[in-house]
């Protein structure tokens, strides 16, 4: 069975502490991997989708990696306003997305 | 202008009553969603429909019946609601039948059974 595993489960960061959220998976045949931010009280809004390991995107103050095993969502001196969940998912084949249970960040100014 | 809506944004219940939730996208994709996200956050798949066709049937209760009566609605019927059926329920779309990148959610909606 797929499985997703996010560490940690919560982040607090001081304004400009860059740090890293982890995402290590098992899954036969990834088809992607996908990161969301999801604010309180919304829905999860798509990030990126990284594909074969090696791939790295950015986003602003954002940058995610894969690995074979895992991906990593780099946060590069955060600011107040990345405080949210990060979502981790993966897909295997033609089926719907298997979510990890995220990492909730806060940063304080 | 929301690309994906869902109504109601809350609803409080009572156990063994019926409800539905209305989603509502104006992207023009082809596939829709309905996700569950438990008291502890976890996002996990229940219905897709593509062109109103059902494709993905997770291990649902048979008291959740969803209806697509165009590709641009999918709405999320439930009968005899328990008490293990409070969470947060969010539709979802996508371009593509089995690309699942880019999912654009709904605002959600926190279903409270009492």
């Known amino acids: 069975e797929d499985q997703v595993t996010q560490s940690p489960e919560a982040l607090r960061l001081q304004e400009g502490e860059s740090s890293s959220l982890n995402c290590s998976y098992t899954v036969s045949g990834l088809r992607g991997l996908f990161w969301y931010r999801q604010d309180p009280g919304k829905g999860p809004e798509f990030l990126f989708t990284?594909?074969?390991a090696g791939e790295e995107k950015e986003k602003e103050r954002l940058k995610a990696t894969l690995t074979k095993k895992e991906s990593f969502l780099h946060i590069t001196a955060p600011k107040p306003e990345d405080s949210a969940t990060y979502l981790c998912a993966v897909q295997a084949g033609y089926y719907a997305l298997n979510f990890g249970k995220g990492t909730s960040l806060l940063v304080t100014p | 202008d929301t690309a994906v809506s869902q109504t109601p944004k809350y609803l409080v219940t009572q156990m063994g009553n019926d409800k539905s939730i209305k989603c509502e996208q104006n992207?023009?994709?082809?596939?829709m969603y309905w996700y569950k996200q438990d008291s502890k956050k976890f996002l996990k798949i229940m219905f897709s429909y593509n062109n109103k066709e059902l494709i993905i049937n997770e291990t649902v209760p048979n008291r959740f019946s969803p209806k697509s009566p165009d590709k641009a609605h999918l709405n999320l019927h439930i009968n005899s609601l328990e008490l293990g059926d409070s969470a947060v329920y969010f539709c979802?779309?996508?371009?593509?039948?089995?690309?699942?990148?880019?999912?654009?959610f709904g605002s959600g909606t926190q279903l409270s059974v009492l």
């Open positions: 979802a779309s996508s371009q593509g039948q089995g690309t699942n990148e880019k999912l654009f």
């Open positions: 990284l594909y074969s």
């Open positions: 992207l023009g994709h082809d596939t």
